[in-house]
């Protein structure tokens, strides 16, 4: 079909405009990096699936995030993970123009369905420099997400906000709100104050003019970390010579930050609706940004992509209508156990199969197996649980696995560190644990791993972990969560009935004290020791009702769907 022709059908009714550097669609479409596009792509499926009038924009990043290489020491090298838009969407022919270090650059659109079988649809705008008009290096700056320095980074957050809307305007698309997925997009803001300007003869000072009321009432922002360095921020200097003097910088200052100009701030200033991903995360985004009122929309998955085949079956045979109704896991206990924990074998002798395959590990299907993958950062402690070798080695011997995966950001040092000491452990416990680390974590990998395991465990540094989305996934597959109680795992936990927590229960004080790495591995062990492996082993019943209860608790609720219908209830329709 003409791409125009696509396009017509939206423009008939106001939409939410959803913009997001990273979208992670499906697995060969390399817009994603890791769970904030991952969310972003299951928000988007929900919105289809339930109808909401919404489009999404995002960066084309035709050299993707990275493909990981790893070497037999856990070295990570990156490679540029190309991929073809023309394979997958059309490029619609309207150009916007944005002036950045002071010569325009063209931007254009692929249009891309994200089609339900509901008969939903939402069409995602992918933004694309790389014309011919354009520099050399003007037309670099989509290709890789999260690549290159400030510069390149400021260019592309204006892209994304200022070109975004101007794309959105040119399309002919009406649009009722503007939904800001992380401070990626926050530039938007600043199209917007000069769209909805006042007349100057209207007001008595010039200042009057920045119609902030009204560019709040259409801005909804939504933070999901609180890592200091999580928040962009740039020099005004910068700023200055790459976008220019968009507003004055008397007045952008006010918004911005007095010091530098601080993405968070700028959407926490022009949005009338603000939230964390999760209660926990909004009581620290409190602290960490006084005077700013958050609410919380805790995160969850799209429950129908992350479900693997052989549950998929089950539940459309016990709780027909559940992709569409995540409700239904209220009535899981249907599912006979030996039906549930047969669809449960069969997706992990896949994952064995995958890991045997890819690394020669040997693994077996009996054994209790422990999956970790996330993106390798020094906060999040992937090796936590190797902080006592010998007793792991005592406690585990011939009865756990462990399956890890995970990238790192090419200037992450100390998360590439971290994978090259898993690496070492992984050697040193040849011989008492099976372990292995697999290469190129992304959506599949996931799938498989969060499905496949028999227990997905979790170690952040509290309060760091916003929400964490991979152990609802995991949920979503009857595997209960091991996890330090933060982000959702403080919601979704009830000791030894939906998993297990590690260390000590949330509190203000903890967040202060940080890592307690000891107390926690210990705990991590005596339970590991104690509770789960004798449970996993000799009392095969109760282990599958906790398998039951992770569905029908974690499941029930963590999912985009519930999340979506409160974004449009509490920050889209008021
Ligand atoms: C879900 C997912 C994540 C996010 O996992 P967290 O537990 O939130 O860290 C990261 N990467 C991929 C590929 C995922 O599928």
Same mark, same amino acid.
């Given at each position: 079909?003409?791409?125009?022709?696509?396009?017509?059908?939206?423009?008939? #009714?106001?939409?939410?405009?959803?913009?997001?550097?990273?979208?992670?669609?499906?697995?060969?479409?390399?817009?994603?990096?890791?769970?904030?596009?991952?969310?972003?792509?299951?928000? *988007?499926?929900?919105?289809?699936? !339930?109808?909401?009038?919404?489009?999404?924009?995002?960066?084309?990043?035709?050299?993707?995030?990275?493909?990981?290489?790893?070497?037999?020491?856990?070295?990570?090298?990156?490679?540029?993970?190309?991929?073809?838009?023309?394979?997958?969407?059309?490029?619609?022919? #309207?150009?916007?123009?944005?002036?950045?270090?002071?010569?325009?650059?063209? *931007?254009?659109?692929?249009?891309?369905?994200?089609?339900?079988?509901?008969?939903?649809?939402?069409?995602?705008?992918?933004?694309?420099?790389?014309?011919?008009?354009?520099?050399?290096?003007?037309?670099?700056?989509?290709?890789?997400?999260?690549?290159?320095?400030?510069?390149? =980074?400021?260019?592309?957050?204006?892209?994304?906000?200022?070109?975004?809307?101007?794309?959105?305007?040119?399309?002919?698309?009406? *649009?009722?709100?503007?939904?800001?997925?992380?401070?990626?997009?926050?530039?938007?803001?600043? %199209?917007?104050?000069?769209?909805? &300007?006042?007349?100057? #003869?209207?007001?008595? %000072?010039?200042?009057?003019?920045?119609?902030?009321?009204?560019?709040?009432?259409?801005?909804?922002?939504?933070?999901?970390?609180?890592?200091?360095?999580?928040?962009?921020?740039?020099?005004?200097?910068?700023?200055?010579?790459?976008?220019?003097?968009?507003?004055?910088?008397?007045?952008?200052?006010?918004?911005?930050?007095?010091?530098?100009?601080?993405? +968070?701030?700028?959407?926490?200033?022009?949005?009338?609706?603000?939230?964390?991903?999760?209660?926990?995360?909004?009581?620290?985004?409190?602290?960490?940004?006084?005077?700013?009122?958050?609410?919380?929309?805790?995160?969850?998955?799209?429950?129908?992509?992350?479900?693997?085949?052989?549950? =998929?079956?089950?539940?459309?045979?016990?709780?027909?209508?559940?992709?569409?109704?995540?409700?239904?896991?209220?009535?899981?206990?249907?599912?006979?156990?030996?039906?549930?924990?047969?669809?449960?074998?069969? +997706?992990?002798?896949? !994952?064995?199969?995958?890991?045997?395959?890819? @690394?020669?590990?040997?693994?077996?299907?009996?054994?209790? +197996?422990?999956?970790?993958?996330?993106?390798?950062?020094?906060?999040?402690?992937?090796?936590?649980?190797?902080?006592?070798?010998?007793?792991?080695? &005592?406690?585990?011997?011939?009865?756990?696995?462990?399956?890890?995966?995970?990238?790192?950001?090419?200037?992450?040092?100390?998360?590439?560190?971290?994978?090259?000491?898993?690496?070492?452990?992984?050697?040193?416990?040849?011989?008492?644990?099976?372990?292995?680390?697999? %290469?190129?974590?992304?959506?599949?990998? $996931?799938?498989?791993?969060?499905?496949?395991?028999?227990?997905?465990?979790? +170690?952040?540094?509290?309060? &760091?972990?916003?929400?964490?989305?991979?152990?609802?996934?995991?949920?979503?597959?009857?595997?209960?969560?091991?996890?330090?109680?933060?982000?959702?795992?403080?919601?979704?936990?009830?000791?030894?009935?939906?998993?297990?927590?590690?260390?000590?229960?949330?509190?203000? %004080?903890?967040?202060?004290?940080?890592?307690?790495?000891?107390?926690?591995?210990?705990?991590?062990? $005596?339970?590991?020791?104690?509770?789960?492996?004798?449970?996993?082993?000799?009392?095969?019943?109760?282990?599958?009702?906790?398998?039951?209860?992770?569905?029908?608790?974690?499941?029930?609720?963590?999912? @985009?769907? =519930?999340?979506?219908? =409160?974004?449009?209830?509490?920050?889209?329709?008021?």
């Amino acid at each position: 079909m003409e791409p125009s022709r696509i396009l017509a059908e939206f423009l008939r #009714e106001p939409k939410i405009a959803y913009l997001s550097m990273e979208i992670g669609i499906q697995n060969d479409i390399h817009t994603y990096s890791g769970g904030l596009g991952v969310l972003a792509g299951d928000t *988007i499926r929900s919105a289809a699936d !339930l109808k909401v009038p919404m489009v999404a924009v995002t960066l084309i990043s035709r050299k993707g995030y990275f493909r990981q290489v790893l070497d037999a020491e856990g070295n990570q090298t990156e490679r540029p993970a190309l991929w073809q838009p023309e394979k997958f969407m059309d490029a619609l022919p #309207e150009k916007v123009y944005l002036e950045l270090s002071g010569r325009p650059v063209a *931007i254009r659109a692929w249009i891309f369905v994200q089609r339900s079988v509901t008969g939903g649809k939402v069409p995602i705008f992918f933004l694309d420099t790389d014309l011919p008009e354009n520099t050399p290096e003007d037309r670099e700056l989509t290709s890789y997400l999260y690549g290159g320095d400030d510069r390149y =980074r400021l260019k592309q957050e204006a892209i994304l906000g200022i070109g975004g809307v101007r794309i959105l305007r040119k399309l002919g698309l009406d *649009i009722k709100k503007y939904h800001m997925n992380e401070g990626h997009a926050s530039l938007l803001t600043l %199209e917007l104050l000069l769209e909805y &300007r006042k007349d100057i #003869e209207s007001v008595w %000072e010039e200042d009057l003019i920045w119609d902030v009321d009204r560019v709040k009432e259409l801005c909804v922002f939504t933070s999901h970390t609180p890592v200091e360095a999580g928040h962009d921020r740039f020099s005004y200097e910068l700023f200055r010579e790459i976008v220019g003097e968009v507003i004055p910088l008397r007045v952008l200052k006010k918004l911005a930050g007095p010091d530098r100009l601080n993405m +968070t701030h700028l959407a926490l200033n022009l949005s009338e609706y603000v939230n964390g991903v999760a209660k926990k995360h909004r009581e620290v985004s409190m602290r960490m940004f006084p005077g700013y009122e958050f609410s919380s929309i805790t995160n969850g998955v799209h429950s129908f992509t992350w479900t693997c085949d052989s549950m =998929r079956r089950v539940y459309d045979k016990y709780l027909q209508g559940w992709a569409n109704e995540p409700e239904l896991f209220v009535r899981v206990g249907r599912i006979p156990e030996e039906e549930l924990w047969g669809a449960h074998m069969e +997706t992990k002798k896949n !994952l064995i199969d995958y890991v045997n395959a890819k @690394t020669g590990a040997g693994m077996n299907c009996d054994a209790l +197996t422990i999956g970790y993958a996330r993106r390798a950062t020094a906060y999040k402690r992937a090796d936590l649980l190797f902080r006592d070798l010998e007793r792991l080695a &005592r406690i585990g011997n011939g009865k756990i696995q462990l399956v890890f995966a995970g990238k790192a950001h090419p200037k992450d040092n100390p998360g590439k560190m971290m994978i090259k000491h898993v690496f070492e452990c992984i050697k040193k416990l040849r011989g008492s644990v099976k372990a292995a680390y697999l %290469e190129n974590y992304d959506m599949e990998m $996931a799938l498989k791993l969060i499905s496949g395991v028999d227990v997905w465990l979790n +170690t952040p540094q509290r309060p &760091r972990e916003a929400s964490g989305t991979s152990g609802m996934k995991a949920a979503h597959n009857g595997v209960p969560n091991f996890s330090v109680l933060d982000g959702w795992w403080i919601e979704g936990h009830i000791e030894g009935y939906t998993g297990w927590s590690i260390g000590p229960p949330p509190s203000e %004080e903890m967040d202060y004290i940080g890592g307690r790495d000891q107390q926690d591995a210990e705990d991590l062990y $005596a339970k590991l020791e104690n509770i789960v492996i004798p449970m996993f082993y000799e009392n095969r019943r109760t282990w599958i009702k906790m398998m039951q209860n992770a569905i029908g608790k974690n499941a029930y609720y963590f999912n @985009t769907h =519930r999340m979506m219908l =409160r974004y449009v209830t509490e920050a889209y329709i008021r």
